[in-house]
Nanobody, 116 residues
Framework: QVQLVESGGGLVQAGGSLRLSCAAS????????MGWYRQGPGKQRELVASITSGGVTTYADFVKGRFTISRDNAKNTVDLQMNSLKPEDTAVYYC??????????WGQGTQVTVSS
C-alpha cells in the first residue's frame, strides 16, 4: 500500500503561483508514473499532469505553458509548479501514483483557491 501526502495548496490571487508537493511512502516499488489530478466544485476529477518513471510528461490542454510537473525518483516525490493561475484553476488537487501500470493510489488532496 502506498501512502501519499500532499502539501503546498492555499489561496492565491489570479496570476500568482503555487508549488504543490507530494511525498510517497509505503509500498513504493515498481512505480511507473506519478501525477496530479484536480476536482473543482461540481466537476469530475480530471488529469492535470503526469510524469513517468522515465521522465515523459503529459499535460492537460488547460495547463500547458503554465504548469510544470517534476519528479525525484530517489526521494519518491512529485511536484507541480503552477504559474499564471486562473480562478478556474480553483479545485482540490490530488496526488496519484501508479504501480506496475495497473494499481493507483491517491492522496487526500490539497485545496487550491485562486481569487479574481
Amino acid at each position: 500500500q502506498v501512502q501519499l501526502v500532499e502539501s503546498g495548496g492555499g489561496l492565491v490571487q489570479a496570476g500568482g503561483s503555487l508549488r504543490l508537493s507530494c511525498a510517497a511512502s509505503g509500498s513504493i516499488f515498481s512505480i511507473t508514473a506519478m501525477g496530479w489530478y484536480r476536482q473543482g466544485p461540481g466537476k469530475q476529477r480530471e488529469l492535470v499532469a503526469s510524469i513517468t518513471s522515465g521522465g515523459v510528461t503529459t499535460y492537460a490542454d488547460f495547463v500547458k505553458g503554465r504548469f510544470t510537473i517534476s519528479r525525484d525518483n530517489a526521494k519518491n516525490t512529485v511536484d507541480l509548479q503552477m504559474n499564471s493561475l486562473k480562478p478556474e484553476d480553483t479545485a482540490v488537487y490530488y496526488c496519484n501514483v501508479r504501480r506496475m501500470k495497473l494499481f493507483d493510489s491517491w492522496g487526500q488532496g490539497t485545496q487550491v483557491t485562486v481569487s479574481s
